[in-house]
């Protein structure tokens, strides 16, 4: 097999958010990353990344920059992506809190909350153990973060992280799922150094591409 590098193109939705932090992880993981900012250069990619930063604003921009039913098509056709934070509200099904005017990519069968864990001042860090993700705990960092509230019938949980401040005592949240070649996180593994997470997508998109 030809090395990865070689093999998958991958984009970084490049409208808003944390795209310079991805890139440089999808580097160190051996993908070759495209800027999108086009349906053109959507088209080229292999694979695609939706960063952390404000998934209203990021769905506002994907209206007007065309890229809204192209990138749906691609995703219905098996595109496979990785949505990191807001990406990962993008994602979902369903969002209980967004804002009306939101756009919903409707690529993962979850219902997701949006700023689940609180506001800014909110954010923390947990060590995490991730399934499909070897060699120990996943430092995560959490910011404004979404959780999981309910996932459909395909879609594998791969984290948990333990929320002490849930009304009736601590609870479990979901915060890392995948389905098929779709995964996502609640939190920013492009932020910490820790490249297993972009692996392990790259390595989905090199064995679909
Ligand atoms: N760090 C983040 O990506 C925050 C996501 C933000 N809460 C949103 O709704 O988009």
């Known amino acids: 097999m030809a090395p990865v ?9 490049a409208l808003q958010g944390d795209v310079r932090e991805h890139t440089a992880m999808l580097h160190r993981a051996g993908a070759a990353v495209r800027p999108v900012r086009r349906p053109a250069e959507l088209a080229e990619v292999d694979g695609l990344v939706l960063p952390g930063g404000e998934s209203t604003a990021m769905s506002r921009l994907l209206a007007s920059f065309d890229l809204l039913d192209p990138l749906r098509d691609r995703l219905r056709a098996g595109l496979p992506v990785f949505g990191s934070c807001a990406g990962m509200v993008l994602l979902a099904r369903q969002v209980l809190d967004g804002r009306p ?29 991730v399934t499909g993700v070897e060699g120990g705990a996943v430092h995560a960092v959490f910011i404004r973060a979404p959780w999981v509230e309910k996932v459909g019938e395909g879609v594998e949980i791969l984290a948990r992280v333990g929320d002490d401040t849930a009304a009736g005592g601590a609870a479990d949240r979901i915060v890392a799922v995948r389905q098929g070649t779709v995964l996502a996180t609640s939190f920013h593994p492009e932020l910490t150094g820790d490249d297993r997470i972009h692996r392990l997508f790259v390595r989905t998109v090199s064995d679909v591409a």
């Not at 590098?5 to 939705?13: A, D, E, K, P, T």
């Open 5 to 13: 590098s070689q093999q998958s193109r991958i984009g970084v939705l």
């Open 101 to 129: 005017d939101q756009h919903q990519l409707d690529a993962l069968d979850v219902v997701v909350r949006r700023n689940a864990f609180g506001r800014q001042v909110d954010s923390f860090e947990a060590d995490l153990d």
